[in-house]
């Protein structure tokens, strides 16, 4: 069946990078508009940002423009986050999402299981 | 960006009541609107999208309504699984946003 798997989330010091992967199975991939989500600890759900089925279009959220950048390898059916100039207000649990097919905008039908990434010194 | 904004934070309710949630956003936005439940520990769980549009496999006892700024999530007659935490979503623009989730506790 449909299913994503996140990877690469830890513990990493402010300042520093960290790069997140999403592992798609079960559809085909290379059809579907994909999300980041992320919740901290105890919070609700923000919206970070989406790239298009075939990475023409991105668009993030104002509050990680900038340092966050989505990708994807539809060859290896895999979405990125990367994420730099960490802070510790950026800890929190990663979903990757899958979106609506050949729409950037639009809900989420699917979830991975998130990982956890903890900014601390 | 658009704001949406959730009511109540927090819902005691008991088995078989109805309960409402509100979601207000702060320009219109058509019926771009989707709910999603989230349990401790889980990813959350697509129930709802284009305002009232039951997603396939979710019980009947949930519903939506609403368009412009607007929206009601509504669970007719709450059951023990259904004690959760609740998010609107809207996709109006290319920059979604949810609201701040409305947790529906046992009373």
């Known amino acids: 069946q449909d299913q994503l798997v996140e990877s690469g989330g830890g513990v990493v010091q402010p300042g520093r990078s960290l790069r997140l992967s999403c592992a798609a199975s079960g559809f085909t991939f290379g059809k579907y508009a994909m999300h980041w989500v992320r919740q901290a600890p105890g919070d609700g759900l923000e919206w970070l940002g989406v790239i298009s089925y075939d990475a023409s279009s991105k668009f993030y959220a104002t509050s990680v423009k900038g340092r966050f950048t989505i990708s994807r390898d539809n060859s290896q059916n895999t979405l990125f986050l990367e994420m730099n100039s960490l802070r510790v207000g950026d800890t929190a649990v990663y979903y990757c999402a899958k979106g609506l097919p050949y729409d950037s905008s639009g809900y989420v039908t699917l979830w991975g299981q998130g990982t956890l990434v903890t900014v601390s010194t | 960006d658009i704001q949406m904004t959730q009511s109540p934070s927090t819902l005691s309710a008991s088995v078989g009541d109805r309960v409402t949630i509100t979601c207000r956003a702060s320009?219109?936005?058509?019926?771009?609107v989707a709910w999603y439940q989230q349990k401790p520990g889980k990813a959350p769980k697509l129930l709802i999208y284009?305002?009232?549009t039951l997603q396939s496999g979710v019980p009947s006892r949930f519903s939506g309504s609403g368009s412009g700024t607007e929206f009601t999530l509504t669970i007719s007659s709450l059951q023990p699984d259904d004690f959760a935490t609740y998010y609107c979503?809207?996709?109006?623009?290319?920059?979604?946003?949810f609201g701040q989730g409305t947790k529906v506790e046992i009373k």
């Open positions: 284009e305002a009232s």
């Open positions: 979503q809207q996709y109006n623009s290319y920059s979604e946003s």
């Open positions: 320009q219109r936005i058509s019926a771009w």
